[in-house]
């Protein structure tokens, strides 16, 4: 499985991103597809998770009720909307993909995108 991660930017603190992760030349059928952040000099960790199938998510404590997971079947693709940004959510974020089911630990993933550069400015 292939994973683009695309959506990063500049945004002041308050504003929103969309951060989007699509799969090349398959679907994420049988999948579940996560989003981790690695911030400099920090352990990467782990933000939220999306069952393709079944469609459950899990989200990290500390941005529960400002990001949310969805996917789009049509596109194959998992976006990770993000409000109220704060200058600690500044991070590379990465979209990952493992089979079977929504799991937050890093080590259970197989398939990782290139991260895509999130700041968020004071």
């Known amino acids: 499985v292939q994973l683009q991660a695309s959506g990063g930017g500049l945004v002041q603190a308050g504003g929103s991103l969309r951060l989007s992760c699509a799969t090349s030349?398959?679907?994420?059928?049988?999948?579940?597809v996560g989003w981790f952040r690695q911030a400099p000099g920090k352990e990467r960790e782990f933000v939220a998770v999306?069952?393709?199938?079944?469609?459950?998510?899990i989200t990290a404590g500390s941005v529960k009720g400002r990001f949310a997971i969805d996917k789009d079947n049509a596109k194959s693709t998992v976006h990770l909307q993000m409000n109220s940004l704060k200058p600690e959510d500044t991070a590379a974020y990465f979209c990952?993909?493992?089979?079977?089911?929504?799991?937050?630990?890093?080590?259970?993933?197989?398939?990782w995108g290139q991260g895509t550069q999130v700041t968020v400015s004071s």
């Open positions: 990952a993909a493992r089979v079977g089911g929504a799991l937050s630990s890093q080590y259970l993933y197989d398939y």
């Open positions: 030349g398959r679907t994420f059928s049988g999948h579940s």
């Open positions: 999306i069952n393709w199938s079944g469609g459950n998510t």
